[in-house]
């Protein structure tokens, strides 16, 4: 079945440590690529995209993902974590066949400690 | 504000009620959205409108019925909803094809007692 995974449920880590949260998708063909981000009691935030060009793609507060044809991955990354970061992260495909409506994991929920 | 405004923020009802969702966006996109928030679950996408068209029901319970009369509203009708219904409710909203990203709105937290 077509599907989007996320591998780390929750991930906690201490301030200044870096972040890799794990993506995988298994849809065929062209698929646009996305983060986004949910604060506690916030609304969802688009924190990058990846669409073509330029398979490493920079997104905004310093994360960046890298979009891996071949492993089918679009793995989100930041070299140093502030508190601040504390949110779930949600990463999300766009296909052609659901009236290109997003379809998202479940979720990676990260807790960064001072 | 994002630039969809959903409403109410809450709403709790009881399981014998008909309530309505409302979302509204102005920001010239052509396609709309309905997803179900639950907790310990990925975001259920339930239905896209594209161009005032239902493009997509995502094998949702009747009881949940959308309404979009024009480009810039979508609602979501609610009747007879279970227990298990109570969860966030996000409208979104992008151009046609997403090329141009999705602008979700805040939610409507929904407790069906």
């Known amino acids: 079945a077509q599907s989007v995974s996320q591998h780390n449920h929750h991930v906690i880590l201490s301030e200044a440590a870096s972040l890799e949260l794990g993506c995988n998708y298994s849809?065929?063909?062209?698929?646009?690529l996305f983060w986004y981000v949910q604060y506690p009691g916030q609304h969802l935030q688009l924190l990058l995209k990846?669409?073509?060009?330029?398979?490493l793609v920079k997104g905004i507060k310093g994360f960046e993902a890298e979009f891996i044809k071949s492993k089918f991955s679009f793995n989100l990354r930041k070299p140093s974590v502030q508190w601040s970061d504390t949110a779930e992260y949600f990463c999300?495909?766009?296909?052609?066949?659901?009236?290109?409506?997003?379809?998202f994991g479940k979720g990676t929920s990260l807790l960064v400690t001072p | 504000e994002t630039g969809v405004t959903q409403t109410p923020r809450h709403l709790v009802m009881g399981m014998t009620n008909k309530k309505s969702l409302k979302c509204e966006q102005h920001?010239?996109?052509?396609?709309m959205y309905w997803y179900k928030q639950s907790a310990k679950k990925p975001l259920e996408l339930m239905f896209v409108?594209?161009?005032?068209?239902?493009?997509e029901n995502n094998s949702v319970p009747s009881r949940f019925s959308p309404e979009c009369p024009n480009s810039s509203h979508l609602f979501l009708h609610l009747h007879t909803l279970q227990p298990e219904d109570s969860a966030l409710y996000l409208c979104?909203?992008?151009?046609?094809?997403?090329?141009?990203?999705?602008?979700f709105g805040s939610g409507t937290r929904l407790t069906v007692v």
């Open positions: 920001l010239g996109h052509n396609a």
């Open positions: 979104a909203s992008s151009q046609s094809g997403g090329d141009y990203g999705y602008t």
């Open positions: 849809y065929g063909g062209t698929v646009n």
């Open positions: 999300a495909v766009n296909v052609w066949n659901s009236g290109y409506a997003l379809n």
């Open positions: 990846y669409f073509s060009g330029d398979p």
């Open positions: 409108y594209s161009l005032e068209e239902r493009v």
